[in-house]
T-cell receptor, first 114, second 111 residues
Framework: KNQVEQSPQSLIILEGKNCTLQ??????????LRWYKQDTGRGPVSLTI?????NTKSNGRYTATLDADTKQSSLHITASQLSDSASYIC?????????????FGRGTQLTVWP | EADIYQTPRYLVIGTGKKITLECSQT?????MYWYQQDPGMELHLIHY???????EKGDLSSESTVSRIRTEHFPLTLESARPSHTSQYLC??????????FGAGTRLSVL
């Protein structure tokens, strides 16, 4: 069964600290992996998208890594800010259909305290 | 900021009412989607469209219907709302680079 599992479910850190969020997936075949940021009451916003051949991709203070062999990805947030408080969603796309079906994780709820 | 808009943002209605959730995008994207998301849960695809006059049901069974008469417009309709339809509904579209852009969502409460 194609699944995307994220950990931890929730995380609280102090402003200025770094953190790493994890994503494990069993989706096969694999096309790409995306990380989204979803603020409370808003739609998700794309942070990064990585294909099979990409190991790392950065977007400002966000750095995503991908190990396609172990089917794991991580999102590292550097020097956290209060505005980083949000849910971070890992999404994996297969290439088994013309739709390029997306499998969503439940997200990690990050709270940054001052 | 993506140019994809959903209205209303919040809706509280009584059981049995017919409702239409609006979604419009000005980016000229062919592919559009509707997702349902409950608090703390993953997004579930309920409808999608490849273009004008193309609509398909998604993974999650839904009593809603959609239409795609114009590229920029992808409304979702519930003929008779029930409390079980209470949820957040997110509309999205995809560009040629396969980046998906989401609207702000409609939070629906059916009493």
């Amino acid at each position: 069964k194609n699944q995307v599992e994220q950990s931890p479910q929730s995380l609280i850190i102090l402003e200025g600290k770094n953190c790493t969020l994890q994503c494990n997936y069993t989706v096969s075949p694999f096309s790409n992996l995306r990380w989204y940021k979803q603020d409370t009451g808003r739609g998700p916003v794309s942070l990064t998208i990585m294909t099979f051949s990409e190991n790392t991709k950065s977007n400002g203070r966000y750095t995503a890594t991908l190990d396609a062999d172990t089917k794991q990805s991580s999102l590292h947030i550097t020097a956290s800010q209060l505005s980083d408080s949000a849910s971070y969603i890992c999404v994996v796309s297969d290439r088994g259909s013309t739709l390029g079906r997306l499998y969503f994780g439940r997200g990690t709820q990050l709270t940054v305290w001052p | 900021e993506a140019d994809i808009y959903q209205t209303p943002r919040y809706l509280v209605i009584g059981t049995g009412k017919k409702i239409t959730l609006e979604c419009s995008q000005t980016m000229g994207h062919d592919k559009m989607y509707w997702y349902q998301q409950d608090p703390g849960m993953e997004l579930h695809l309920i409808h999608y469209s490849y273009g004008v006059n193309s609509t398909e049901k998604g993974d999650l069974s839904s009593e809603s219907t959609v239409s795609r008469i114009r590229t920029e417009h992808f409304p979702l309709t519930l003929e008779s709302a029930r409390p079980s339809h209470t949820s957040q509904y997110l509309c999205a579209s995809t560009d040629r680079g396969d980046i998906q852009y989401f609207g702000a969502g409609t939070r629906l409460s059916v009493l």
